[in-house]
C-alpha cells in the first residue's frame, strides 16, 4: 500500500483535475490509499461521481485554499494549519502518507513544505528536480528552481540526491551523472562547478558514475541520466527548452495547415504526428520532486489536466515504492562518515 | 563600401567553407571588401575559383592557425601577432577593416579580441550576443558565454548594447528589453538582477523600452525584442534551445520513415517541411557579435557551411552598415552623463 496525500484545492483547476487525475492513477496503482485535502463544499460533490476513488480515500476538510498568485510569505501566514496545502503536507510530517502531491502554487508549496518538513540531516538546501524527456529516454535535471546559487558542497548534495531519484525512478544501479557547465574553458567563475566536479571525482562514488560537465545541448541528448546544477541556471534550461518545444510545435502546426497538399500529408502521416506529439507531451513526464527534505514532495503543473496529475501521483507512486528517502539517507551518511576520514570540501583549494 | 576582415584558417572546415561562404555574402552585398588572413598555400588556390571575391579582396599572409581546441591562454602565447585570426582581428585595430569575422575557437577569439582591441571606455566586460528565432521573428539575447556573472552596471551596460544592436540590426527605434529571470518570487539570491531592473526602470531611456523581468520560456515566444542575463545562464538557455531544436527535428525524422503511410503523408507535405527546415535551420541566425569592445567581432559557428558563413559576414555587414559601434558608444556616453548627476549604482540600497 502506498499512501499519497493531495492537495485537492491546488492548480489553475483544483478539485475538477485533482479528483478525476487521483481516480486514473488508482486505476493503475489500486494499492493506492488516498488522503484528500480540500473545501468540502468544492470536492465531495465531485467526489461521489467516482466511487471506487471515494473508497479508497479519506476526506479531510480544510478551512482555506491558497491562490495560484499568493506571495509565498503571504500563504505561510495565511495558510499555516489552515490551508488544504499546508495539511497535505503535514500529513507526511505526521505519517498519515508517505508522499504529497499538490499542483498548488510552487513558491507557497517550497516555502510550506520547508517550514513543516524541514530539509533532511546534512542538507542545506532542498532542490527541485525534474524529469526531461530525451533522445535516449528520460533524465533527472536538478536544481530548476528550489534555491538560487549552490556552492561546491550543496552541487555534491544535490548530485546524491539526483543520484538516489534516478536509481528509484530508472532502477539503475550506477546512474551517469553530469555538472551543468559552459563550454568555453579558462574563463572565470563558476569555481564551484569545478570544485563540486573535483569532490564527485575524488568520492569515487559506487552508485553514482561521473560523467564530468555537460553543456545545455547535453540535456535533451541525454549524454548522462542525472543533470546538476543551481536553481537560476537549472530553471532558465528547463523553461528555454520548453519555450523551443512549443515554438516548433507551432511552427509545424502553422506549416502543415498552410495548403491543401501539406493538409493531405498531414491526414496520412497523422498515425506519426499522433505520436510526435505524445512524445513532446509535457503531461507525460508531469511531476517535479522537491528533494532534500523529511518526506517526499511532488509539485504537478499547475495548468495540468487529469492525464497530467495523474502522472505527477504516478511519480510520487513510484518514488515511495521504490525507496527514495531511504537511498537518500543511506547516501548522505555513507559521505558523511567518508568525511570524517577527509578534509573538509572547504579546506580543499580552487582549481584555477 | 564595407570593410571586412577574415579569419580564413577558423573553424572546423577552415578556407573551404570561409572562402565559397566569402563569395555568396559578395553576391548578395557587392560593396564589401575583404581583408583575408590565412595561410598562403591553402587560401590561394581556393580564391583562384573564386574570380569575383579575389577581385574584391587583399589577402594578408600569415604564419599559423589557431587550431579549434586551443586553450586561449595558448593560442594567445602561441598566436599573437602571428596567426590569421590574430592579424584579422588587428585590421581592425590599425582601421584597415570596420568589423572581424572568425569561426575559429570561441575562447581564443574572445581572449584575442579582448587583449588586441580591449574594452570601450566605460565598460567592465564585453559580451556576446546571439540572435534568436522567435514566434514573432527575431531577438537578441546576450551575454550567452563571454563572461561568467555579472553585477547589476554590467548587466546595465549588457542592456545598453543590447538595445544598440537591436536598434542597428532590426531598425527599430525603441526596442523592448527584459531582464532573465526565474518565476519564484521571494527566493533568495540574483540581487543584481532585481537591482539592474531598478536601475533600468529609473533609467527612463529613450531608446529603450524596458519590459520586466521575462522567464526562459519568453525568448521563444518573442515577449522582448532583446533579452539580457549574465554569461553562464545565457549560454545554457541557449544551447539547451538548441538540444530541444535537434530533439524534436529528429523525433520527427523518426515518426516520419516509420510506416507507408508516414513516408507518403511526408512525400506530399514536402514543401511545408521545406520550410519547417527552413524556419528551424540554425544557419540563418549564424553570427554571434562580441560586444563592448573597440571594434566589432563576428563569432561564426565552427561547424557552419559556406551559406552559414555568409550569414554570418551579412551580420557583420549590417552592424557596420547602421552604425552599431557609434550607436553604443552614444549611449553610453548619455548614461554616464546622467550618472553624474545620480548616486552611483553601488550606493543604491537593495530592493530585498
Known amino acids: 500500500m502506498v499512501r499519497i496525500s493531495l492537495d485537492v484545492m491546488g492548480g489553475d483547476f483544483g478539485p475538477k483535475v485533482v479528483i478525476p487525475g487521483a481516480a486514473r492513477a488508482l486505476e493503475r496503482h489500486p494499492d493506492i490509499r488516498f488522503s484528500l485535502f480540500g473545501i468540502?463544499?468544492?470536492?465531495?460533490?465531485?467526489?461521489?461521481?467516482?466511487?471506487?476513488?471515494?473508497?479508497?480515500?479519506?476526506?479531510?476538510?480544510?478551512?482555506l485554499a491558497i491562490a495560484m498568485d499568493e506571495k509565498p510569505s503571504q500563504a505561510l501566514r495565511r495558510g499555516r494549519g489552515k490551508s488544504s496545502m499546508?495539511?497535505?503536507?503535514?500529513?507526511?510530517?505526521t505519517g498519515e502518507a508517505?508522499?504529497?502531491?499538490?499542483?498548488?502554487?510552487?513558491?507557497?508549496?517550497?516555502?510550506?513544505?520547508?517550514?513543516?518538513?524541514?530539509?533532511?540531516?546534512?542538507?542545506?538546501?532542498?532542490?527541485?528536480?525534474?524529469?526531461?524527456?530525451?533522445?535516449?529516454?528520460?533524465?533527472?535535471?536538478?536544481?530548476?528552481?528550489?534555491?538560487?546559487?549552490?556552492d561546491a558542497r550543496q552541487l555534491m548534495d544535490f548530485a546524491l540526491m539526483g543520484g538516489a531519484m534516478a536509481r528509484?525512478?530508472?532502477?539503475?544501479?550506477?546512474?551517469?551523472?553530469?555538472?551543468?557547465?559552459?563550454?568555453?574553458?579558462?574563463?572565470?567563475?563558476?569555481?564551484?562547478?569545478?570544485?563540486?566536479?573535483?569532490?564527485?571525482?575524488?568520492?569515487?562514488?559506487?552508485?553514482?558514475?561521473?560523467?564530468?560537465?555537460?553543456?545545455?545541448?547535453?540535456?535533451?541528448?541525454?549524454?548522462?541520466?542525472?543533470?546538476?546544477?543551481?536553481?537560476?541556471?537549472?530553471?532558465?534550461?528547463?523553461?528555454?527548452a520548453e519555450g523551443t518545444a512549443r515554438q516548433i510545435a507551432e511552427y509545424l502546426r502553422a506549416a502543415m495547415s498552410r495548403t491543401l497538399m501539406a493538409k493531405l500529408g498531414y491526414l496520412l502521416a497523422k498515425g506519426a504526428f499522433d505520436?510526435?506529439?505524445?512524445?513532446?507531451?509535457?503531461?507525460?513526464?508531469?511531476g517535479a520532486v522537491f528533494l532534500g527534505l523529511n518526506g517526499i514532495v511532488i509539485k504537478s503543473h499547475g495548468g495540468t489536466d487529469a492525464e497530467g496529475f495523474a502522472a505527477a501521483v504516478d511519480v510520487g507512486y513510484d518514488m515511495v515504492r521504490n525507496g527514495l528517502k531511504a537511498k537518500i539517507e543511506n547516501d548522505l551518511q555513507r559521505l558523511h562518515v567518508e568525511d570524517e576520514a577527509q578534509p573538509a570540501p572547504g579546506d580543499v583549494a580552487s582549481e584555477v
Open 168 to 240: 528509484a525512478l530508472f532502477e539503475l544501479d550506477r546512474p551517469t551523472l553530469g555538472l551543468l557547465n559552459v563550454g568555453v574553458e579558462e574563463i572565470k567563475g563558476q569555481e564551484e562547478v569545478k570544485e563540486a566536479g573535483r569532490l564527485l571525482r575524488e568520492a569515487n562514488l559506487d552508485n553514482i558514475d561521473y560523467y564530468g560537465f555537460v553543456e545545455g545541448d547535453d540535456i535533451g541528448r541525454g549524454t548522462v541520466d542525472v543533470v546538476v546544477t543551481e536553481g537560476f541556471s537549472g530553471n532558465i534550461a528547463l523553461k528555454s
Open 86 to 93: 499546508w495539511q497535505a503536507i503535514d500529513a507526511v510530517n
Open 98 to 150: 508517505d508522499v504529497i502531491v499538490s499542483a498548488g502554487n510552487t513558491g507557497a508549496l517550497m516555502a510550506m513544505a520547508m517550514f513543516c518538513l524541514r530539509t533532511m540531516p546534512g542538507i542545506q538546501r532542498p532542490a527541485l528536480a525534474a524529469v526531461w524527456p530525451t533522445l535516449k529516454g528520460e533524465s533527472i535535471v536538478l536544481d530548476v528552481g528550489a534555491t538560487i546559487g549552490a
Open 275 to 286: 505520436r510526435l506529439r505524445e512524445k513532446m507531451d509535457p503531461r507525460k513526464v508531469n
Open 40 to 63: 468540502e463544499a468544492e470536492v465531495l460533490p465531485l467526489l461521489e461521481q467516482f466511487p471506487k476513488l471515494k473508497a479508497a480515500s479519506t476526506f479531510h476538510a480544510t478551512e
